[in-house]
């Protein structure tokens, strides 16, 4: 009976050689098949997962920020007309936007460009606040419907920090430079980061700018975007857009 228990007897060694993965046979060829579309199902569902994301994002940061903004605006108004028991969203956005309108129709005006002189007088003499709303106005300014007082003359293209590399910028005037070999006409231009209202000035010659054919909002729709609505041919002002004088950009600032 000894002899019988030793011989039916399996060493542990060999127990555990059975279940190892890496000394078990080869998977037969339906597993490998199967194998294969699993990872053909997995990637072409992750590819059009990301697609949906791509064309969501955009989509839902945009009705995020019009949310955030028609309550932001509903805010103002809406409160009155709670208390006068009316409670209908919307109401109040739509009030503030008729405000709006008689805003500039009262500006526009004599009486009313005189009121505005003199608050406007009234906050440059405040510390600290006079500094927030100039930089403020500067940025409502640049983007005024009014020609006149449109703070951005043209959008430009300087040949910016090397030679062969270009930034967009926007001429904000011009200024004549006093030197011995006679006067130099330069204008200041402003090259703004991708946030708008911070940015460097240079003094360029004006015969070195490149005033392509954009207007304003194009130029400032370019640098906010971080270039991604940049056209795919800009020529300059003037010129017809032929094949060698086509204005490759190699750097946006």
């Known amino acids: 009976m000894a002899e019988e228990k030793v011989s039916t007897s399996t060493p ?16 037969s060829p339906n597993s ?12 072409w569902v992750s590819k059009k997962f990301m697609t949906g994301c791509v064309v969501l994002f955009p989509v839902a940061v ?11 605006v509903d805010g103002f108004f809406s409160p ?6 009316i409670d209908i969203f919307g109401v109040g956005f739509l009030t503030s936007l ?10 526009s005006s004599w009486l009313g460009a005189t009121v505005f002189s003199l608050g406007e007088w009234i906050i440059k003499r405040m510390p600290f606040i006079r500094h927030i709303y100039s930089a403020s106005k500067q940025i409502s300014t640049a983007i005024s419907p009014d020609q006149n007082t449109t703070a951005f003359k043209e959008v430009a293209i300087i040949r910016h920090p090397r030679v062969g590399e270009y930034a967009f910028g926007f001429i904000t005037s011009s200024v004549v430079l006093q030197t011995e070999t006679g006067d130099e006409e330069l204008c200041s231009v402003y090259v703004p980061t991708n946030h708008m209202y911070i940015g460097d000035i240079f003094l360029v010659n004006s015969a070195e700018i490149i005033r392509p054919n954009l207007s304003i909002r194009e130029g400032i729709e370019i640098i906010v975007s971080g270039g991604m609505t940049m056209p795919q041919m800009i020529s300059p ?13 190699n750097r946006i600032t």
């Open 62 to 72: 945009t009705f995020f920020i019009t949310w955030w903004f028609i309550q932001f």
């Open 80 to 85: 009155l007309y709670v208390k006068l028991g």
């Open 32 to 43: 490998s098949t199967r194998k294969a579309c699993c990872a053909l199902i997995q990637s």
């Open 12 to 27: 542990l060694s060999q127990v555990e050689d059975c279940e190892d993965p890496a000394k078990s046979p080869p998977n």
């Open 98 to 107: 008729v405000f709006v309108f008689l805003v500039g129709i009262f500006v």
């Open 237 to 249: 002002i003037g010129r017809m857009p032929h094949k060698n004088q086509s204005i490759r950009l």
